[in-house]
């Protein structure tokens, strides 16, 4: 097998920046387990939803929101809807379309979740990253997210450029 010419540095760039990921996101899943009852997509959703203008997202735009493929949507909102955490309704102006909605299982799940998930935030990461270092890191996510060939979750990467203080309202997509 040829590998592909990076050198060593990158290739531990890479596996840092992964590592990195899959302890935090580990961690947290952990806690909130533990704590809550509820895995760290269960929270992607219910924090997604809950950031809805409506309280409300139709399942393809909190799917592509995620960066999740529909299948995978649609299986995890059943799961969360058997145990109250959401419900999907009809969409009234065009009944293809599902709205997914937080039950309120899942309003309580995730006001129970938001300190466990803001504790671990800050001891694992904002405590770690000085504020000037954190700048940088968000710039170096943008730029990496802005060249990945997904299209997906691209208003939550513009969202996020623009909570993050580096771009401004309206940058283009």
């Known amino acids: 097998m040829t590998t592909p ?3 060593p540095r990158d290739w531990a760039l890479w596996r840092a920046l992964a590592l ?16 809550v009852g509820i895995s760290v997509p269960d929270l992607d959703i219910l924090m997604a939803l809950d950031a809805a203008p409506d309280g409300r997202l139709r399942a393809g735009s909190l799917g592509e929101m995620l960066g999740w493929e529909k299948s ?14 959401v419900k999907r309704v009809t969409c009234v102006e065009d009944h293809r379309g599902t709205w997914v ?7 309580g799940a995730l006001a129970d979740a938001l300190p466990v998930f803001a504790a671990h935030l800050k001891h694992g990461l904002v405590d770690v990253v000085p504020e000037d270092e954190a700048e940088v890191v968000g710039r170096v996510a943008l730029r990496v997210l802005d060249a990945s060939p997904a299209t997906s979750c691209q208003a939550e990467i513009d969202r996020l450029g623009v909570e993050l203080g580096l771009r401004a309202a309206g940058y283009p997509s």
């Open 5 to 7: 010419a990076l050198e």
């Open 72 to 85: 995978r949507i649609s299986h995890h909102v059943s799961r969360m809807e058997a145990r109250g955490l």
């Open 20 to 35: 990195m990921g899959r302890r935090l996101v580990a961690g947290l899943e952990q806690r909130l387990q533990a704590e």
């Open 101 to 107: 909605e937080m039950d309120d299982a899942g309003r």
